[in-house]
């Protein structure tokens, strides 16, 4: 009976050891789940070794996925237990339905979450915004970055107005030198993103508009929407061969390399721009179609960080969310990755000249998101995938204008009832 009695606390105290074995295993190791792999360098040679000289018990792994891929393989990995325990944060409803699913924790208890504004917390919160379920990062401006060289040698200054932009593109295309205007629409975002919502926010009025597309006082098929939709279409021709083929990463490469004279950007490819680029770089902001005085920039929360409600080490992830509060990351990660823009209310430094160009326009210009990340994405078709593909379709004359309009508010109407 005695050595039943041993053999079972034997094999209990084992047990108990194992645990705590794997306890100890999860405990000091954390993974980042982002579609950020543009940046992995710099987390892994800058961001994670100033965690480590404070917390240097706590193993870091910056894990990316691709960025048009990255919410469909994230999403798969949380519904199937292997995600990692820190999830970088899409905007608005992305986020908000992993909330809703119980896959990510509120933050609101964080020690630092103070040091963000209402503003900067609305990407990350529930509607009533009772909860905030991520730590704000920081935001992105799109706008167009030029090659300055290219642009002294074919004899052109920095376009203010629309019909300058087309003067410019077509001095450039007559040139023959360069590519006029880099943007390919083979990933098919790129033309939602650096074009749709880059000059569209001039036609629609910014945030007016875009709480009227949400309240159902505007549509898509309205004439704001369209005209957006013709500028970009109106690019085609000095976008440069095969472009319906170029990739994100192709576009990237074509304009660091010097083979073109405008990109159309967002601040988050300066840093990607400051590694491979040989050239000097200036920045412009969307110009202004005629008739307009007041310019609008895409000035868009675009990134925070949450706690997967499943990780099995949530004190050490508390400790690098509380981190990413303090001026210290907001400096290291706006310096280190010109071009993302902290959210928190410490003022940062821009040391980059390009961006801090890009943030200067906050000077000049009113601030929107891009319109179609909140609430308007929440049903099938998806607004923010449709406008992908619908943009792109536009660009290579496949889609009118006017028809793009009508797809997107079509689809819209199939799910979303505004409340009048």
């Known amino acids: 009976m005695r050595r039943t009695f041993k053999a079972a606390m034997g094999a209990e105290v084992a047990a108990l050891a194992l645990l705590a074995g794997l306890a100890s295993a999860q405990a000091g190791s954390l993974k980042i789940e982002s579609w950020r792999n543009d940046d992995a360098d710099i987390w892994n040679s800058k961001i994670i070794p100033a965690f480590n000289k404070q917390y240097p018990d706590i193993k870091i792994e910056f894990a990316p996925s691709a960025p048009k891929e990255y919410n469909a393989a994230l999403n798969a990995r949380l519904d199937g237990g292997t995600a990692g325990d820190l999830i970088t944060c899409r905007p608005f409803d992305a986020s908000l339905a992993l909330y809703q699913k119980h896959q990510l924790d509120g933050v609101d208890g964080l020690k630092g979450m103070d040091n963000f504004s209402d503003v900067a917390k609305a990407a990350w919160q529930t509607d009533d915004g009772k909860t905030t379920f991520c730590v704000p990062i920081a935001s992105v401006i799109a706008g167009f970055i030029y090659n300055k060289e290219a642009f002294a040698k074919v004899g052109v200054s920095e376009p203010k107005t629309l019909e300058e932009f087309h003067a410019v593109l077509e001095k450039f295309k007559k040139d023959g030198t360069y590519v006029p205007l880099v943007m390919g629409t083979a990933d098919q975002w790129e033309a939602a993103t650096m074009g749709f919502q880059n000059v569209g926010p001039d036609y629609w009025k910014g945030e007016a508009g875009r709480a009227n597309l949400i309240a159902g006082k505007e549509k898509l098929t ?37 083979k073109g004279a405008i990109y159309a950007a967002g601040s988050w490819d300066i840093s990607t721009f400051r590694g491979q680029a040989k050239f000097a770089m200036g920045a412009f902001p969307p110009p ?13 929360t675009d990134i925070a960080m949450g706690i997967n409600a499943a990780s099995k080490n949530k004190e050490d992830a508390k400790k690098f969310l509380e981190w990413l509060t303090t001026p210290e990351f907001a400096t290291i990660y706006a310096n280190a990755l010109p071009g993302f823009f902290p959210l928190a209310k410490t003022p940062v430094k821009v040391e980059d000249d390009v961006a801090a160009t890009m943030v200067g326009w906050r000077q000049t210009c009113k601030s929107t998101i891009r319109n179609s990340y909140q609430i308007l994405s929440r049903g099938t078709p998806n607004l923010e995938n449709e406008l992908w593909n619908v943009s792109a379709q536009v660009v290579n004359g496949k889609l009118t204008p006017d028809a793009a309009g009508k797809q997107l508010q079509d689809g819209l109407d199939k799910w979303y009832k505004p409340a009048k």
């Open 288 to 300: 202004q179609p005629a008739g307009t005085t007041d310019c609008y920039i895409s000035d868009h």
């Open 222 to 258: 309205d004439p704001q929407y369209v005209a957006a939709f013709k500028e970009i279409a109106s690019w085609a021709p000095y976008l440069g061969s095969g472009f319906q083929a170029q990739t994100y990463a192709d576009s990237q490469n074509l304009f660091s390399l010097g």
